[in-house]
């Protein structure tokens, strides 16, 4: 996959004067002017853990709500939204890799990974065959098992929990794939397996991937990084 790859120029995501601040905090976390994101880019997101990360994602998917300013999506103005619409949406439109991975403990592993489609009736029509099989094929290319795709979620071992999550967030085409430190627990052939699944389907589907990593030796992989701090007057806290 090269970083060199034609991006879509008009904005999927749209940051301006953004504020974000805690409830009892005594300052923000997040202070971002700008930041703009191309349809089909391959973002990667760096820095310190502290600086807010995690808490910028939030904001992409609207998880959380910004205090101040304007936080667009997908032509989306998220700020405007209620909980429960932003919860439609982010279904609908987002497939998101958490750094807890999030998995429904007591599913199979094939229940974890369909399980977007069962939420959500747009990335279950982007399917071109039944989500059982979108989903054995996505499991197969991360490499687990067989044996394992009707076992419960939590028999499997960490770094294959990380791969399933990779494995439901791809699954029906999302517009904007968003991943927080989603390599942490995979080995190096492993890591580079996962990448090469993330970028394909990426391009596949021309999502938006953002990626947050404090590995660096990833960054080149992508088609551009942003230095976190360098954003967030706040100095940020996660």
């Not at 700020?79 to 932003?86: E, G, K, P, V």
């Amino acid at each position: 996959m090269s970083v060199e790859q034609t991006v879509n120029s008009s904005p999927v995501i749209e940051l301006n004067s953004v504020h974000f601040q805690w409830p009892k905090a005594s300052r923000n976390t997040l202070e971002i002017e700008t930041l703009s994101v191309a349809a089909g880019e391959h973002l990667f997101i760096k820095g310190p853990s502290g600086c807010g990360k995690s808490t910028l994602l939030g904001l992409l998917t609207g998880i959380t709500q910004a205090t101040q300013g304007t936080v667009n999506v997908l032509q989306q103005e998220l700020t405007q939204l209620r909980a429960s619409q932003r919860d439609k949406f982010r279904a609908d439109n987002i497939g998101y890799i958490f750094q807890q991975f999030n998995l429904q403990p007591y599913l199979s592993v094939i229940e974890n990974v369909t399980l977007p489609c069962q939420l959500s009736s747009q990335r279950k029509a982007r399917l071109k065959q039944s989500p059982e099989r979108s989903a054995y094929q996505l499991l197969s290319r991360l490499k687990i098992p067989e044996s394992l795709l009707n076992k419960p979620v939590i028999e499997l071992s960490i770094g294959q929990q990380q791969r399933v999550a990779a494995a439901r967030a791809v699954i029906g085409e999302p517009s904007l794939i968003i991943a927080d430190e989603p390599t942490s627990a995979l080995d190096f052939d492993t890591r580079s397996t996962f990448i090469d699944l993330l970028l394909d389907e990426s391009d596949r589907a021309n999502s938006t991937l953002i990626f947050v990593s404090h590995d660096p030796t990833l960054e080149k992989r992508f088609n551009r990084s942003v230095y976190l701090p360098d954003l967030n007057r706040a100095g940020g806290t996660q």
